[in-house]
């Protein structure tokens, strides 16, 4: 037998997002003065008490391996987050913590999809979200959600991907790489699609605490005994090296994704978890976090809109996380050609929107200060003439 590689593998694709990043960071490297805004992460520390709690685990000398669905006292924290900011009733055993919210995703796709099941989401995605539902033997539907509408996708769509073959609806709200949050009802009618036609639901809401106007509502409140409901501390608790992300739904799902956790990477790092117990429970502490992080968020956001705007990059105002997905063709209507341009002219690093099916589009992350973001506006400002 030749020393090949799976299909499994050649199929699948490198994430643009990284290949950007690094490419503005070997500049950097070269003494280059680049403005990156490829960040997919928050550019703050955790609050104190989080790294606080940190160095206190590892006193306590916490360094042994945990339960592989999580310790039981996060487990705790995470379903009484539910409860609170929610409204969910889970129990513990309905929770169970991973490396990050990109594992419980794939968790969820592995343990629901058999080959040629069908996922409906929606586009502009999250590059990983078609490249897990291949890996999981799965075919992603595409729904195209236009920039006209804010990135928010029209309902009617989403009812006419439907087949026979469709296993999953998937949710997020608000969107990487677009920043749409969708209106309440929008998000009951995906529930009640799942309910209409026997699906699971999966809702992704690792940006729910980036919000800044309209309403957070996650879907699984609609539909929770169908709902694989994904979370995780990275963004909204800016944890994102500590990988540890949540998911809570039926016990069934989270019983299999516990079985396949044990088997492939088990428990999360136990030193993290027990920081995480700290971000969920000393709540007024991570509300006034989350409070300063918000302002600084809304801040850049406008003022990155409006130059963007002005300089003739279009792009509507997202309502949450912390991306925007302009247009490019006043640098080029190709959007590889003109991030290119960009990063080798202006000195200013974006992801083209190719790999997010967003074509003629660029994300700008303003997960990075305002000074930058002002300084980058003006780049591109002079690049334009
Ligand atoms: C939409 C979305 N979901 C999930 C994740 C996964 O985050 P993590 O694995 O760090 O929890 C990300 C990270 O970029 C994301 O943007």
């Known amino acids: 037998m030749p020393a090949t590689l799976s299909r499994r ?19 950097a490297r070269q003494g280059v003065n680049v403005i990156s805004m490829t960040a997919g992460e928050p550019d ?10 940190a160095r206190e685990a590892i006193d306590l000398g916490l360094t ?8 039981a006292e996060l487990r705790e924290a995470v379903a009484a987050k539910f409860q609170r900011e929610n409204g969910i009733a889970y129990a513990p055993d309905q929770v169970m913590v991973s490396n990050g919210g990109k594992q419980v995703l794939y968790n969820g796709f592995l343990s629901v999809l058999d080959p040629g099941d069908e996922v409906v989401l929606v586009a502009p995605y999250w590059v990983s979200y078609p490249a897990q539902i291949e890996l999981a033997g799965g075919v992603p539907v595409v729904v195209r959600a236009p920039a006209e509408t804010g990135f928010v996708p029209d309902l ?26 969708y209106p309440p009802e929008l998000v009951r009618g995906f529930a009640e699609l799942a309910e209409e036609h026997d699906l699971w639901l999966f809702t992704d809401d690792l940006y729910e605490h980036l919000v800044y106007d309209g309403e957070f509502v996650t879907a699984a409140s609609y539909a929770p005994e169908r709902t694989l409901l994904v979370h995780g501390a990275s963004k909204g608790y800016a944890m994102t090296g500590w990988r540890i992300g949540f998911g809570a739904g039926p016990k069934k799902l989270v019983q299999a ?6 088997q492939s990477t088990s428990g999360a790092n136990a030193v993290a978890q027990h920081a995480t117990v700290a971000a969920l429970t000393e709540v007024e502490k991570t509300a006034a976090f989350q409070r300063m992080t ?3 968020y809304v801040e850049r956001r406008d003022v990155l809109v409006e130059g963007l705007n002005r300089l003739g990059l279009s792009t509507p105002k997202p309502q949450g996380a912390f991306y925007v997905m302009a247009d490019s063709s006043a640098i080029d209507p190709d959007e590889e050609r ?21 074509p003629g589009r660029l994300r700008f992350s303003y997960a990075t200060s305002l000074d930058n973001v002002k300084a980058a506006l003006e780049r591109i400002g002079r690049l334009i003439g």
Request: overall charge positive; proline content about 8%.
């Open 156 to 181: 009617a769509d989403v009812r006419a991907a439907i087949t026979p073959r469709t296993k999953v609806l998937l949710v997020n709200s608000p969107s990487n790489p677009t920043g749409a949050v």
């Open 64 to 71: 042994k391996y945990t339960p592989s669905e999580g310790t």
């Open 44 to 53: 703050f520390l955790p609050p104190q008490h989080v790294l606080d709690a």
């Open 9 to 27: 593998i050649e199929g699948l694709k490198a994430s643009s997002t990284v290949a950007f990043a690094g490419r503005a960071k070997e500049l």
């Open 294 to 296: 918000r302002a600084a």
């Open 338 to 358: 003109a991030a290119i341009r960009l990063l080798d002219e202006a000195r200013v690093a974006v992801v083209p929107g190719t790999d997010f099916l967003a």
């Open 257 to 262: 994704m516990n079985r396949l956790q044990g």
